[in-house]
């Protein structure tokens, strides 16, 4: 891993505890809300003996990494330390700072803010390689020991603990709780793919040599050629493939069908595209007639 990789690693890993932190310490703990895994655990215990949610974070995902060595690896440690450690100092030190002056607590501003914060923080670790520790660890080792799938132990860990949660707060909070789940899924999820969506189309054309000329010279998208065959009477034709970004979509279109209003042209939205041109720079290739 170079310095530059290494760096940006380093800042979405910071970056992505610091917010997850703060949208615990300033809407979920004070508007009494549900979350799971090893946070939920910690509020838990807050709400019923007032023990300090950073600390109880701290150690259990000091023992799940502990766990974690002897059942999985030093290298599965050493690429979950970060997390499991910044995420409950962050904790920490945001619980020294007057967020309830600060912040608005209408409940509905509350949902909505918890949402955004926790879901950018977790999709921004994601998305870098990395985890806040807690219930992705306590996967990782179930799925070495049980070979039960990482995905299903999650789950079950962060909804178990989360349906614990509601049982101590009171039926407004846990459908706010259920609002606030959602949001949190769905920026996540929106984090996580941001800037790396892009359009997929197939282009199925008696007029292909056009096509591609066009897309290569005019719009500079790169172009493979696939070998295809008609259902019907079976001829032999080539098929374009591109992958474009969405602001293309429409200048793209526009042009296959000046070339031939008949093409059969299909758009799909792919969540990730990596490689040359994409996540790596773009090399200039020389043009070659057909």
Known sequence: MNWKRRLHMLWGVAAGNALLALGVNAFYLPNGL???GSTGVGIILYRLWGLDPSMTVLVINTALLVLGWLVVGKEFVVSSVLGSYLYPMFLKLFQGLPLDRLLPRDPAVSVLCAGLLVGAGVGLTLRVGSSTGGSDTLAVICNRVFHVPVLAVKVAADYGVMLL????????????SLLALGIETVVMNRVM???RSQLQLLVI???HEEVREMLLRELETGVTMLQGETGLRRDGTQVVLCVIPNKKLYAVKERIHSIDPGAFVTVAEVKEV????????????????P
């Not at 949660?165 to 706010?176: G, K, M, T």
């Open 274 to 289: 990596r490689g040359q041109g994409f996540s790596l720079d773009r090399v200039p290739q020389p043009m070659t007639d």
């Open 165 to 176: 949660s509601i049982l101590l707060v009171s039926p407004d909070s846990a459908v706010y």
């Open 193 to 195: 793919l941001l800037g």
């Open 34 to 36: 549900a979350v799971g």
């Open 205 to 207: 054309t008696g007029r």
